[in-house]
């Protein structure tokens, strides 16, 4: 069974203030996807990363998929209070991309 | 306005007495799915559908139903609900591509007494 660990699973912050989570498993994964949920919606994609040591940006957003594509990192720079949410690691249990297994998530509160 | 709806957003029922939730997507989509949230677990898959009439069982299968007579609709029913079964469910769909984006319906929150 290809499991997917989230760390930290609860993180308040500063607005305005960096920050990383975390998204590993013991398996490879073809791709990686995050999401971000927000209270009461469903979840939304925010990247796909599909080649192991991809870097991806999307705006104050930086996702990394590693070198073995077993686990990856989001980093958020400077941190606006728009940023809370559940953020959700998903990895491709198939080598077509089509089935994904999630992380339990990674909730987090910016304070203005 | 390309979305997928579930219906209700909120059930509160007794245990044993049978439910469907609806989901249906207007985009054309081959490949459906339902998800289970539960706090700490994360999004557990029930079942998928890669097209018309093909479901296939996904992680947490057991008390549940699911049929896709229709492209665009995707039901999950609950024969016998019980108290195990109360959850955050969501309805997803997506092309069936590579590395495909899913959309996610907005959740229907069930609880079973």
């Known amino acids: 069974t290809q499991l997917l660990e989230q760390s930290p699973q609860f993180l308040s912050i500063q607005e305005g203030e960096n920050l990383t989570v975390y998204c590993n498993s013991s398996s490879v994964f073809s791709s990686l996807q995050w999401y971000r949920q927000e209270p009461g919606e469903g979840p939304v994609l925010l990247v796909t990363?599909?080649?192991?040591?991809e870097v991806k940006k999307l705006k104050r957003l930086t996702f990394q998929f590693g070198d073995a594509r077993k686990d990856s990192s989001l980093h958020i720079t400077a941190a606006q209070p728009g940023d809370t949410g559940l953020y959700l690691c998903?990895?491709?249990?198939?080598?077509?991309?089509?089935?994904?297994?999630f992380g339990p998530g990674t909730r987090l509160s910016v304070l203005p | 306005e390309a979305q997928v709806t579930q219906n209700p957003r909120y059930l509160i029922t007794v245990t044993g007495k049978k439910l469907t939730v609806t989901c249906s997507q207007n985009m054309n989509h081959e490949y459906m799915s339902w998800y289970r949230q539960d706090p700490g677990l994360g999004l557990r898959q029930i079942y998928y559908?890669?097209?018309?009439?093909?479901?296939d069982k996904g992680d947490v299968p057991e008390g549940y139903k699911v049929s896709r007579k229709e492209k665009r609709n995707f039901p999950l029913i609950l024969e016998s609900p019980s108290p195990n079964q109360t959850s955050l469910y969501f309805c997803?769909?997506?092309?069936?591509?590579?590395?495909?984006?899913?959309?996610f319906g907005q959740g229907t929150r069930l609880t079973v007494v």
């Open positions: 997803a769909s997506s092309r069936l591509f590579m590395n495909t984006e899913a959309f």
């Open positions: 559908s890669m097209n018309v009439e093909v479901t």
């Open positions: 990363v599909v080649t192991g040591g």
């Open positions: 998903a990895g491709a249990r198939d080598n077509y991309g089509q089935n994904f297994v």
